[in-house]
């Protein structure tokens, strides 16, 4: 039987991560492309070194040919310009949406049959800008955020909580900026409801929110990339393997939540052809007017790259 295959394409910070995930969690086998000579085929050789240490048996092959991408079951599109300090996801738009442009040309080429995964950020505009660009059905082209959102905000309440982050669960909607919709009516922990005092829900909002500008703060020179590398790898592995419990995706919408037409952060199931369903959940008032701006927001920033000329 074939090996599944995810090829990522970026060899930076996220996709090289999350290639090492992807192995070392027994994922799947992974093409690393990079446009820079030598950085894809060096972190695939010094992951490949780790094998015998770690005791998987998958296989890495680092390539700045897109040739090798042929066949890719998972394309995971993780090329482009991580935010600087200062920087919002909006001024990386011009800049990466040149370079998804040139990344979908490519897939469309190799790996026509797969499904892909976008990361790239600004996340909701690009991954409605490669849908278009692909013209896979809508169903193949999605992307990562909700994963890593919500994962922030499982680890935030689990603080407040005083209990473990795999106990708790929780799910952020809507776009992957400032103003995505922590949904604090649908914390969990332990399978259990979730109460907090009104100012520990307010702070976890707003950290979850401000979570990735968080750690650019931080580390000053590029930003998150362990916990992306684990959601794309969830991913990647709800897909391959029909794993059935649902994760928060950044997925077409045909009207759900009122969103037509368009890619929004909603909670779908995957499975190896894509998304396979988009599960609505009950939204308190305050939750459903978050995720309207939310919307919005996203909606104004694809209009502008629609009229953008790159
Ligand atoms: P970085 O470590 O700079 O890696 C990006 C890689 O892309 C570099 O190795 C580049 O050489 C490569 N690259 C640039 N242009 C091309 C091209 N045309 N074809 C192929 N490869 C190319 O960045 P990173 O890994 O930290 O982040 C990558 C992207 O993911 C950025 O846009 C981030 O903002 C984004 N990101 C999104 C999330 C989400 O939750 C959505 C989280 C973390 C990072």
Known sequence: ???PVTAIIGAGQVGATAAQRLIEKNISNVVLFDIVEGLAEGKALDLMEAA???GHNREVKGTTRYEDIAGADVVVVTAGMPRKPGMSREDLLVLNAKIVKSVC??????APNSIVITVTNPLDIMTDLAAKLLGFPKSRVFGMAGVLDSAR???????ALGVEPHRVSSIV???????????????LCDGKPVTLSEADR????ERTQNGGAEIVKLLKTGSAFYAPASSVAQMVDAVLNDKPAPLPVCAHCKGEYGVQDMYCGVVAKLGKEGIKEII????TPDEQRMLKESVEKVGAGIREVAAMAF
Do not use: C, W
């Open 202 to 205: 307010k702070a976890i909002i």
């Open 52 to 54: 015998p240490v770690e």
């Open 1 to 3: 039987m074939k090996k």
């Open 105 to 110: 040309e490519n897939i469309k080429k190799f």
């Open 153 to 159: 905000m499982r680890y935030f309440i689990s603080l």
């Open 280 to 283: 609505q959940l009950p939204l």
């Open 173 to 187: 909607l809507g776009g992957h900026g400032d103003l995505m919709v922590p949904v604090t009516s649908q914390m």
